[in-house]
């Protein structure tokens, strides 16, 4: 998350499974059957014990994430509860395929999110298994980005050949449609059930990015590349870089970050006088 307190301390904290069954996953050792059968990584953690932890090492960020929040939802509510009358804060890292009752439960429990939009509705179909799934992102994304008090963003791994051109822009101007102010662009690496695909080349996630910038999108990342894409922020207004050693100079006691040349208001939450 570039636009959530970038640069702190997050705890991040995952369990077993996933409701997708996507070929490219990158965590499928946790994520997919029968590979969760018989992982051993696993250890029991009561609450106090995670909250505690989290202060020693002076993280004001709980993260769930790692395999999919959505399936081990219960326990990351019991969690995020927690963390919330501690006066900390919750990060998720999803797919986006909450139906609208897990919508309503994790809403006010939730401070930033990123959600994986994977492709269109025929990538999800052929790539992940779910061929529904995709209508329930984008319902998400629409829910999520116009939450008051909540920080979102959008990742896409793209994988060469198979995002087009027509894909991002469609998939672009969607996301501007809804309102997304954050997406992230990475670069696919061969993995799980797609271990014979070649990695995407670097100008071929440029191309993608031009067009995600061209949709609109007020800030887009190159993800998996060694650019270092957030040590700057780039004002949507007027253009302007600003330098992470700026945030917390110009970030406001609300963590509101504003411009330095037109006081442009940056989307995200940049409260360090927040961090332990």
Known sequence: MYHF???????SIGMLGCNMRCQFC???HISQKPYIDTYNGIHRVD???LIDDMKQNN?????????????WQDSMISIATEVKKEGMYNLVVTNGTFSQTARDRVTPLVDAMN?????DEAFYAHYTHSSHAYRSVIDSIQHFAHQEGIVLEITTLIIEPIHTKEMIEEIGKKLKEIGVKVWHLSRFFPNYKMKEMKHTSVSYLEEMVKIAINCGIEHVYRGNVSI???????CASCGTLIERSLYKTLASYNGKL????CNHQ???????????
Do not use: R, W
């Open 266 to 276: 940056v989307y995200g939450n940049f409260n360090y006088t927040l961090a332990l």
């Open 258 to 261: 504003h411009c330095p040349i």
């Open 115 to 119: 959600i994986d939009l994977k492709g």
């Open 26 to 28: 990158q965590n499928y």
């Open 5 to 11: 307190f970038p640069h702190t301390k997050t705890y």
């Open 47 to 49: 609450i106090p014990h």
């Open 59 to 71: 993280s004001i960020v709980m993260s769930y994430t790692y395999s999919e929040p959505i399936v």
């Open 228 to 234: 270092d894409d957030d040590k700057v922020i780039t």
